[in-house]
């Protein structure tokens, strides 16, 4: 229940869906006599923060402490095991083409593919079914399995998990698929972004990981650059507001033990 709720719950407050939804309702508004001083309050708010995103750094900032929580090092001495979350494939483009599709996370495939060359000791665990309401059906380890393929991961070398929906089961799962040993080394790769959430969420269920972030959308020094372009700054918006809400809601589910984990 909680998978469908918090799927129907972001398609409305969602920045982009809700900056159309707020035009939307405004414009309709506009409409009526008695609503239309509203309609022209709301349509100015969604038309100033439409130049907000489009002319500033404000999904960069937003962005920007998810991203740096947890610095990268390059882990040393013993590793047991390598685990990537899924999130950067496109299963049905896949499945339409024929050819493996990756998103803008595609650097966790490719730093997953570096890792598992540089560790061959290491076990290596790919976790991500379907994060879809609708489609079910597409599943990502298959787009994740031609796309390492191409990367010169050889069939074999990766144990794939793929009923997760979201980052709470790709920990779950993939630690009853696994069953990592008191004491082992395991390195956790996934978006900066997506980090704090992922290592609250593995500590939550026992599983001590070394934080392994790739995928940066933002500069480390806190000055995002201005980049006059609409979509590519929602898109980190979305993204990082997604993951704010994230930590809160699995905080008060008890899914972390931290409202914003820290190394």
Request: hydrophobic share 50%; no cysteine.
């Amino acid at each position: 229940m909680s998978f469908i709720l918090s799927k129907l719950l972001w398609g409305l407050v969602a920045p982009g869906n809700a900056l159309v939804l707020a035009v939307v309702l405004g414009a309709l508004l506009l409409r009526t006599r008695r609503w239309q001083r509203a309609g022209r309050r709301l349509v100015t708010l969604a038309a100033m923060a439409l130049l907000l995103v489009t002319y500033t750094g404000l999904g960069a900032l937003v962005a920007l402490p998810l991203e740096n929580r947890f610095p990268r090092s390059e882990p040393e001495g013993r590793i047991d095991g390598i685990v990537m979350l899924g999130g950067a494939v496109n299963p049905p483009i896949t499945a339409d083409r024929g050819d493996p599709s990756l998103n803008d996370a595609a650097e966790r495939v490719l730093a997953f593919a570096d890792l598992v060359r540089r560790h061959p000791e290491a076990k290596a665990v790919f976790t991500g079914g379907s994060g879809r309401l609708l489609g079910q059906e597409y599943k990502e380890d298959i787009s994740a399995r031609a796309a390492l393929l191409q990367a010169g991961i050889p069939e074999g070398r990766v144990v794939y998990e793929a009923m997760s929906r979201n980052t709470w089961e790709n920990a779950v799962f993939a630690k009853e698929m696994v069953k990592p040993a008191a004491g082992e080394r395991w390195i956790l790769v996934t978006s900066a972004m997506h980090m704090p959430r992922s290592v609250g969420i593995f500590r939550a269920v026992g599983w001590e990981v070394v934080p392994y972030p790739v995928d940066y959308r933002t500069r480390h020094d806190a000055k995002p650059y201005l980049r006059f372009e609409f979509a590519h700054n929602l898109v980190i918006l979305d993204d990082a507001v997604r993951e704010w809400i994230g930590l809160a809601a699995y905080r008060l589910m008890g899914r972390t033990g931290e409202l914003f984990p820290a190394p």
